[in-house]
């Protein structure tokens, strides 16, 4: 059985008012809400668990709570997705209340100035932390992780397991032995310059600067700089002083960026679980804050609580697709899809998706997974894997989406998808496609398109040297 992911911080209180605003309030120039409605949901390191958790994976969640009704609440919210392992606050628990007009913050209202102080912290927190597989820190400057108990386990497992420190200015330094700390270019230059470091400017030079200084400075595994929509920056602690950082860059996504910050911490934490590199921790990183701005961020988290109790997390690919056709439907517009294995996309594939897309106003590529193109084309395919089938397919401004089926064709996936429109190339003219009858059997036409001629992916192989190895890794499903 997998050791748990711990989740070790300040656990706040998050609130969402939402309301629309017509007109201005007659005694000051401020807009007046109307049909406020209140979405709460967990904040701090509950947002960092709750994320970790959306993923599948086991979590326990050391915190801080008050008995009073926010933190009755967060509580009731957090507990039916991972365990709270709590002791006590004292004081209220914080509760951060944004109000937000037609989708537009207009005002933060921060109450409660509750705080952990040292005493006893129980048996299900150092149950929790001794049998952690991996900790994530994430500090909101509440004191749990300034607590002396809890600040005597951290030390114990730094070296040990791996922890990831989200910092914040108000919290504690991490542990000897952790194993990356992740503050924002904001976080690092404080933290820089509070313990003594002369570094001047902006730019990915002086985050590379005060990375080393921090790692240096705490003997920590790696520090990644995190540079909102630019991605983040990563330094090796030991590392030589002239070795080039690692830049992990981040897909472009709009929107409110509130838990990016959380998101990315609480990826590289279970990527580093699994024993990952810190390249790779911190690559998924900034990929799954992509996602979550891209998702609508803490706001979602908080609009999928009150509909379903369950948060829809930074979906992966797959969820992407179904969004991306419930939309469609939704403005009255016409799906189209078709299928393939894409291996090697070349000219052919190209043409036939820009003439699919035309067709109507969103295209779903439906892709072969490894084990079926092997069983297709045999053991020496497919060259490229599913994830990167689907990662290039995705990078074409043609294709809205793309999902994978694992079957030999694609009636259980079209089943579901249901597109209006099944395209597939002019070379199946004449063929009996065995998904032509599930598209005709809820309504849908099939279509046969032009394709250029010569082109191929078996051609190109002809063409290359034999022995071309097979994919380094196989996957039945979307990366995430």
Known sequence: MTAPLVVIGDALLDVDIMGVSRRLCPDAPVPVIEQPQERPRPGGAGLAALLAAA???????????ADDDPGRRLRAMLAAHMEVAAFRLHGATPCKMRIQSDGQPVARLDVGEGRAVDGPVGPSVARAVADAGAVLVSDYGRGVTGHAAVRAMLEELGGRVPIVWDPHPLGEAPVPGTRLLTPNSDEAARLAAEHGADVDGTGLSAAARRARFLAETWGLGGVAVTLGPDGALLVEGGSDPQAAPFLAPA???RGDACGAGDSFAARAAQVLADGGRLTDA?????????EFVGAGAASAVAAQLAATGSPRVAPGRDADAWDVVERTRRAGGTVVATGGCFDLLHAGHVSLLQQARRLGDCLIVCVNSDASVRRRKGPSRPVTTAADRVRVLQALSDV?????????TPERLLERLRPDIWVKGADYAGAALPEADTVRGYGGEVVLLPFLEGRSTTRLLSHLPSGLPTPPSTSKGMPT
């Open 251 to 253: 897909e472009p996504a």
């Open 282 to 290: 911190v690559a998924a990183g900034v990929r799954r804050a992509a």
């Open 55 to 65: 993923d599948g994976r086991e979590v326990v969640l050391v915190t801080a709570l």
């Open 400 to 408: 809205d989406a793309a999902l994978v089926f694992d079957e030999d």
